[in-house]
């Protein structure tokens, strides 16, 4: 097998910047094909409603669906799951669903209000969203944690109710899936994916009810879809490639941090693994660790062209530099392999999720820890945030005038207001004069 050279870079060199930037990229481009594609199909959901989802998801799932009312799985199929799950996968799922909802706890949203002197209140109301959609991968490449990790949140905020959709090719579902369905209280789940599915959730069927947002990760024609309803609906963001970046001082097992940058370069060709180290030694020693572990990977050939087409070494000065570098990143992953995580990590503006030492995997992250592993991805962490609680809530202002308090601010009111020439605005204010 051929040996794996990591693309160097040096955060010394006069271009690293463009180098840096051209590793980072990766093409997003719309395929016009695709987005007319979907467009299509959205239309056809609006107009034939159910008997379009019906005939999709026979045609692209290969079932055999007669009506909309066939889609909905019942919800003892989840409770079936759940106990037919052999002990381990059970406990295990079970406590995943525990810390993460421990976790979602602490994010809540509350409602506050404040007196001014004169009696006047302002404040601001917290109330959940209605419904909540919430898109899963199905048959074999199916995700149980993406269903923890995007439902739990939903039911800690309050959601009136969680609709879950699901394709199943050729009739096939998967136990985890719908067992964590099941721990996670999901309310009604569908067996339909792909656009369609996405078209549904937005505007709704006889069957499936219209959401107020839609989460979850989905293929091209599903992100694609996500893109096309926004505005009908919310949605939680359009991920890119799952990255890791990782900042190590050298101390740390090479083959631990190999399998780091592993973890994230199977899932496909376009993922991205990064290592930023002062330690020119060490970055050899990774290498030579990623070689001679490759082989037993059931991936390889994935994590070799992720690691091959857009990983990298980074060669800095100091863990100073490399934070730097990283707030430039705003990496979806962080890993802070370093003798004082707590102090680097006071450096750090722009990142998803930041694990902390030598022995925080970030796989962790991914199913069990209990900090959600949605992730803003393709340096959206400089604006953006993981999934959490706060998604499923909805802020509204309240403002109560007081006899006095309407005094004072119906002045100012009417002042700027004809200062716009907006000469109702400032009458309605100046009648309470």
């Known amino acids: 097998m051929t040996a794996i050279n990591m693309i160097r870079l040096d955060a010394n060199s006069t271009d690293f910047n463009q180098q840096l930037k051209q590793r980072l990229a990766w093409d997003a481009s719309d395929d016009l094909a695709i987005h007319q594609r979907v467009l299509e199909i959205i239309a056809a959901v609006r107009q034939q409603g159910d008997a379009a989802l019906v005939d999709y998801t026979n045609r692209f799932d290969r079932c055999a669906f007669k009506s909309g009312a066939d889609l909905e799985l019942d919800k003892q199929a989840l409770l079936d799951a759940w106990d037919s799950l052999p002990s381990e996968q059970a406990v295990a799922l079970q406590s995943a669903a525990n ?5 979602a706890e602490n994010q809540k949203l509350q409602s506050w209000q404040y007196s001014e002197n004169d009696g006047t ?10 419904k909540a959609g919430l898109y899963v991968l199905g048959g074999k490449a199916a995700y149980p944690s993406s269903v923890l990790m995007n439902a739990i949140p939903a039911k800690v905020a309050g959601v009136g109710e969680l609709i879950m959709v699901v394709p199943t090719p050729g009739g096939e579902t998967n136990p985890l899936v719908l067992a964590a369905a099941h721990v996670a209280g999901v309310d009604r ?14 505007y709704g069927t006889e069957t499936i009810p219209a959401v107020d947002k839609i989460v979850g990760p989905g293929n091209i024609y599903v992100a694609t879809a996500k893109k096309l309803v926004f505005g009908q609906v919310g949605i939680d963001m359009i991920a890119g490639p799952s990255e890791i970046l990782i900042i190590c001082d050298g101390q740390t097992h090479p083959d631990w ?3 780091d940058m592993f973890s994230q370069a199977e899932h496909d060709e376009n993922a991205q693994a990064i290592l930023i180290s002062p330690d020119q030694a060490f970055l050899d ?3 030579i660790s990623i070689n001679r572990l490759l082989p037993e990977m059931e991936r390889a050939d994935i994590i070799r062209a992720s690691l091959s087409g857009r990983g990298a070494f980074i060669k800095v000065n100091d863990l100073q530099q490399a934070a730097d570098i990283t707030n430039t990143i705003a990496p979806e992953h962080l890993e802070l392999s370093v003798a004082d995580p707590q102090a680097l990590c006071d450096q750090i503006r722009n990142a998803g999720a930041i694990f902390l030492g030598r022995y925080t995997a970030e796989a962790l992250g991914d199913y069990c820890a209990g900090p959600n592993h949605v992730l803003p991805t393709s340096s959206t962490a400089r604006y953006s945030s993981p999934l959490g609680v706060y998604d499923f809530q909805k802020r509204s202002s309240l403002i109560n005038c007081s006899a006095a308090g309407a005094q004072q601010l119906g002045r100012i009111a009417s002042v700027l207001a004809r200062g716009e020439f907006l000469t109702a605005h400032a009458r309605s204010a100046e009648f309470r004069l």
């Open 189 to 202: 789940v569908f067996t339909v994916g792909g656009a369609q599915a996405v078209a549904a959730l937005a």
């Open 285 to 287: 020693q990774v290498e």
């Open 257 to 259: 941090i190999a399998m």
């Open 121 to 130: 209140v302002l404040g601001q109301k917290v109330t959940p969203l209605d």
């Open 99 to 103: 810390r993460i909802r421990a976790y």
